[in-house]
């Protein structure tokens, strides 16, 4: 009997889409051979369409909803929670380690989760200043956020690349390369979810092939990048990036609140104050 084997494709704009350019490349995990989308710059540009669409529907959901649809992913990963466990020890976990590592990526979709609806009263402030005015610091999601995840197999690791900027309203295009079976395996449980299409797009491929591609977009706001790139790479990305005034963060944080910081804008508003 002939298997026929899973077919995995690039996650946009809410639908399951193969690579433009057709071309895949082959990842092998305990002697078996995975089949993956090789993006291509075409790719790149219908992600970054879904994600300014998908951002206007997750920025102008409610906090409260988007705790919600947060939540009810966390429900659906434990649900699912055999088949990430048998994927990881495919990679060459063990079973132990396959298990904390879906344990704790349930336990911190939960934390974004009740950060959802919080988050605002603690990034923002009231700023002391000297006249009868009322001057306060506003936070806003800074847009489109591309996020290349790190190198270790890990769901855990996947998500944390994801769920800071998502938190706080930013759409997310997430690129994987290493870690790529796992990320479309997860867009699974993002296409049965309750995420507005576009809101979070998931790619494969090799990262040096669309570098300059992703860095010169003028519509990506933000580039994060959880993998450590040679100095060449970064710098390049730097220089790119700089010419539409794009943030670039390296390795950024990954804990607490601090993990939030970098995805936001702040506006400042001033008011007088009541006599």
């Known amino acids: 009997m002939i298997e026929i084997k ?9 639908k399951y889409v193969r ?23 075409k790719d790149i540009r219908d992600a970054v369409t879904s994600s300014k669409d998908g951002y206007k529907k997750w920025s102008s959901t409610t906090p409260y909803l988007r705790m919600q649809i947060l939540y009810r992913l966390s429900e659906m990963i434990e649900g699912n929670k055999e088949s990430y466990v048998e994927l990881l020890m495919h990679h060459g976990l063990t079973k132990q380690k ?9 336990q911190n979709i939960v934390w974004f989760a009740g950060l959802a609806d919080k988050w605002e009263q603690l990034a923002g402030n009231l700023n002391p200043v000297s006249e009868e005015y009322f001057n306060i610091s506003h936070q806003n999601p800074i847009g489109v956020v591309f996020s290349l995840s790190g190198s270790n197999l890990s769901l855990n690791e996947l998500l944390m690349s994801i769920l800071p900027a998502l938190t706080v309203g930013c759409s997310v295009i997430s690129y994987s390369e290493e870690n790529s079976v796992v990320a479309l395996k997860f867009a699974e449980d993002i296409n049965n979810s309750d995420f507005p299409s576009g809101s979070l797009n998931i790619l494969s491929g ?8 992703v860095s010169k977009h003028v519509e990506i706001n933000l580039v994060a990048l ?13 220089e790119n990036a700089s010419e539409s005034v794009k943030r670039v963060f390296s ?3 990954i804990e607490g609140l601090s993990s939030i910081l970098p995805y936001l804008e702040t506006k400042t508003v001033w008011h007088p104050k009541g006599t």
């Open 6 to 14: 899973k077919t995995y494709k690039n996650y946009v704009g809410g």
């Open 19 to 41: 690579s433009e350019s057709g071309k895949t490349y082959t990842k092998e995990l305990k002697n078996e051979f995975y089949e993956l989308p090789l993006t291509s710059k």
């Open 98 to 106: 396959a298990n904390k590592d879906i344990d704790e990526s349930i």
């Open 206 to 213: 090799k990262f040096e092939n669309i570098l300059d591609d």
């Open 226 to 238: 959880h993998k450590e790139l040679d100095n060449n790479g970064l710098k390049s990305i730097e």
């Open 251 to 253: 390795q950024p944080s």
